[in-house]
């Protein structure tokens, strides 16, 4: 195979950062899906911590018995029929992780950096061998450093905080606009302040603002600039040279 035939094959790992709402992990699901490589929920993970810890009534405050806990837990994201799965010491908590108390638990128990150094270490066996999607909120700055595709996703407090209240109102949970905005602001502060792997987009990642974009126009956006990526068959070229907003 000539060396540009394996350029151009190679399968990349793209990471996806940016703060809550701003459509992480639909758009990651759906990039995965037409590049047909794996989705990992990094979210997904700290969200499964947070119910361990919640069933067990550890304090979000409590490092070192969190830490512990981390240690001891044992995380898995599996691909389902109606999408990704999470296992959470072999039993089903996909359903489960996704109540407002485990969205609250597991954005406090992220900034912990006991916690952090385990989940970070599964999810860099995860996705080392390429052809996964991974988003979060630090993937392109503490995971994958060395990416060879960086976005940060970002749109502005009220469309970010509607999309919120729609995923709230889907699942029958009510919420005013006002305190959705208010719950966004500071969810917002803590990622960002956070003294572990902070939110913060990665130099070399390429802004995409898609406060009037939908789904599927972010994802085929991504898809072009992964694209360019293999063709250029240089980690340093490509996406992160460009014009680093769109």
Known sequence: MASGEWRVARKLII???GPVGSGKSSTARRVAELLVYTYLD????????????????IPFDAAAQLEALAAETRIDLLAGEN???VLLDGADVTA???????????????VLPGVRRHLVAEQRRAGAAGGV????RDIGTAVFPDADLKIFLDA?????????LAEHSARGEHISLEEMMHEVRQRDARDIDREASPLVRAADAVLVD???MDVEETARLIVLLAGEKQGSGNRDQGAGKRENSI
């Not at 638990?105 to 992220?110: L, M």
């Not at 502005?156 to 919120?164: H, K, L, N, W």
């Open 83 to 85: 999408g990704q799965r």
């Open 15 to 17: 990471a996806i950062d």
């Open 133 to 136: 999607v991974m988003e979060g």
């Open 156 to 164: 502005t407090v009220e469309v970010r905080a509607g999309r919120r």
């Open 96 to 110: 489960e992780i996704r109540t407002p108390e485990v969205s609250q638990t597991s954005s406090k128990i992220a």
């Open 42 to 57: 990094s979210g997904a993970m700290y969200r499964a911590l947070a119910l361990k810890a919640l069933r067990r009534r």
């Open 210 to 212: 898609n406060t009037a």
